[in-house]
């Protein structure tokens, strides 16, 4: 994974944080999934709510 990808995956990491789960909802979601999947779902659930921040993120 690259630096940049890291760094995307931990901010979407914090939104799912700041906004949806706790840390024990993060931990049981992520048990056995394919880091890209979440990546992918979580980028899809939280694009309503963030969808400036997203969009601030990807340098849009």
């Known amino acids: 994974m690259s630096k940049d ?3 995307l995956w931990m901010k ?3 939104i799912l944080r700041l906004n949806f789960l706790d840390e024990k909802q993060l931990a ?3 048990k056995g999934v394919d880091p890209f999947f ?3 779902g979580s980028s899809v659930l939280s694009m309503k ?3 400036s921040y997203i969009a601030e993120l990807c340098g849009k």
Request: no cysteine; net charge negative; hydrophobic share 60%.
């Open 5 to 7: 990808s890291m760094w």
């Open 12 to 14: 979407f990491l914090e």
């Open 28 to 30: 049981y979601l992520f």
């Open 38 to 40: 979440v990546f992918l």
């Open 49 to 51: 709510s963030n969808s």
